[in-house]
């Protein structure tokens, strides 16, 4: 099964769910998800101090994650020639 990461629309259905008292199953089974992919996304992405679930933090704190990981990272030339010149 290939994992499909969390698209903006489910973010702000999750949102909505949640604001309408659902829990963690019953929104897994809305949105179409694993339980635990939804349990994730809210630990994650909800608020410190709050700990309301804000879909547009979430894509923000997503994108942040996913440019400081390191299958990212781009290399260039000059670092080719430094690791070959090891």
């Known amino acids: 099964m ?3 990461q969390i698209t ?3 973010r702000y259905m999750i949102a909505r769910l949640r604001r309408y008292d659902f829990n ?7 949105v179409g998800r694993h339980r635990s ?4 996304e809210l630990q994650r992405n909800s608020g410190v101090s709050d700990h309301a679930y804000r879909p547009s933090k ?7 994650r996913r440019s400081r990981s ?13 690791v070959e010149g090891y």
């Open 2 to 4: 290939r994992y499909h």
């Open 24 to 30: 963690q199953a019953e929104i897994a089974e809305v």
């Open 70 to 82: 390191r299958r990212n990272r781009q290399f260039t030339a000059d670092h080719g020639r430094l």
């Open 58 to 64: 979430a894509a923000e704190r997503t994108r942040g």
């Open 8 to 10: 903006s629309d489910e």
């Open 37 to 40: 992919s939804i349990s994730r």
